[in-house]
């Protein structure tokens, strides 16, 4: 049973920094592409960091230069980065994982077919 496991979130002030991390069990995300999503209420999950099974990573527009996705393939664990946070940054934030193991660098939600509990980050300013 695939299993993804969220964890480093918490309340920080504006201009701080996070590690999330994503710890897989069940799976060899390696094999995977992976990915991270946040939403805020009455809002879309936004899809904001993914890293494709060779390493190639795509980060989104809106966090380019202050959020970085990466991987440490013997411990199982997928990491978001994240600098110089503000409040906007303030949501929950998903771990996902494809069943298929393509080499493609996945990014639409659909994509996805492991989730997550969610870990909430919460930036005061």
């Known amino acids: 049973q695939v299993q993804l496991v969220e964890s480093g979130g918490g309340s920080v002030q504006s201009g701080g920094s996070l590690r999330l991390s994503c710890a897989a069990s069940?799976?060899?995300?390696?094999?995977?592409?992976m990915g991270w999503f946040r939403q805020t209420p009455g809002k879309e999950r936004e899809g904001i960091a993914f890293?494709?099974?060779?390493?190639?990573?795509i980060i989104a527009d809106s966090v380019k230069g202050r959020f970085t996705i990466s991987r440490d393939n013997v411990k199982n664990i997928v990491y978001l980065q994240i600098y110089n946070l503000k409040p906007e940054d303030t949501a929950m934030y998903y771990c996902?994982?494809?069943?298929?193991?393509?080499?493609?660098?996945?990014?639409?939600?659909?994509?996805?077919?492991?989730w997550g509990q969610g870990n909430q980050v919460t930036v005061s300013s």
């Open positions: 996902a994982a494809t069943a298929a193991s393509s080499y493609g660098l996945l990014t639409r939600e659909t994509d996805f077919d492991y």
């Open positions: 069940g799976y060899t995300s390696s094999d995977h592409c």
């Open positions: 890293i494709s099974r060779d390493g190639k990573t």
